[in-house]
């Protein structure tokens, strides 16, 4: 059973960058068809999109993160990781690491994430 | 506009029927995603694409599309439903992706 784990820093401070790891575990980061992504959700808040990487290093980012947001996978240690930089009180939120599928199923255009990591609480205060 | 909106909140009595709804442009080109959360726990994966339910998720759950439109049906609504849920779906003509603003479902 494939299992996701977020790991970083609980606290960090404004201006500086949050990084967060994902290590995946019960099945390889490198198997072909799936992308590996991010998602935040502010306390009490809905939940955003932040970036997805497939295992061959192809990326894609949330348009109004993208110039603070890198994403980038390590296959050998069955891990992805993402860092934001330069951030606010407003970056404080629940990470989750999720795996992200984007198919063509019987013709439809699909995408979902499954499944989700905890999730860890990352708030940004000096 | 690569939004999705959502109603915020929506009630249903015990054993009753409930549609939550999640409109957007980007659903005319791409199906939606639908996801539960419960208080304190991560989002689960409940149904996607035109008829795809994952494996342990009940089948009261169930997904449908109209133009601009995505459903998702709980037919027989369990306290344990009592949760927000949320759609996603990729935005149209681009390669990222949104999720709905959510809504919060109570079971009476």
């Known amino acids: 059973q494939l299992q996701l784990q977020e790991s970083g820093p609980r606290l960090v401070k404004p201006s500086e960058t949050l990084s967060l790891t994902c290590t995946v575990s019960?099945?390889?980061?490198?198997?072909?068809?799936?992308?590996w992504g991010w998602i935040r959700q502010p306390p009490g808040r809905g939940l955003e999109w932040i970036a997805s990487?497939?295992?061959?290093?192809?990326?894609s980012y949330n348009p109004s993160l993208k110039s603070r947001v890198t994403i980038s996978v390590d296959t050998s240690k069955n891990q992805f990781s993402v860092n934001l930089s330069s951030v606010t009180a407003a970056d404080t939120a629940f990470y989750y690491c999720?795996?992200?599928?984007?198919?063509?199923?019987?013709?439809?255009?699909?995408?979902?994430?499954?499944?989700w990591g905890q999730g860890t609480l990352v708030t940004v205060s000096s | 506009s690569s939004e999705l909106t959502q109603d915020p909140a929506v009630s249903v009595a015990l054993g009753q029927t409930v549609r939550i709804t999640c409109q957007g442009d980007?659903?005319?080109?791409?199906?939606a995603s639908w996801y539960q959360q419960k208080p304190g726990q991560a989002p689960l994966l409940v149904f996607f694409?035109?008829?795809n339910r994952p494996s342990g998720i009940p089948d009261r759950f169930s997904g449908s599309n109209s133009g601009n439109t995505a459903s998702l049906t709980i037919t027989g609504a369990q306290a344990e439903d009592e949760a927000d849920y949320y759609c996603?779906?990729?935005?149209?003509?681009?390669?990222?992706?949104?999720f709905g603003t959510g809504t919060r479902v109570t079971v009476l």
């Open positions: 999720s795996r992200h599928r984007v198919a063509v199923v019987d013709a439809d255009k699909i995408n979902w994430f499954d499944p």
């Open positions: 019960g099945g390889s980061i490198s198997s072909s068809s799936y992308y």
């Open positions: 990487i497939y295992s061959s290093g192809t990326t």
């Open positions: 980007s659903l005319r080109n791409y199906y």
């Open positions: 694409g035109k008829k």
């Open positions: 996603n779906c990729r935005v149209s003509g681009g390669k990222d992706y949104v």
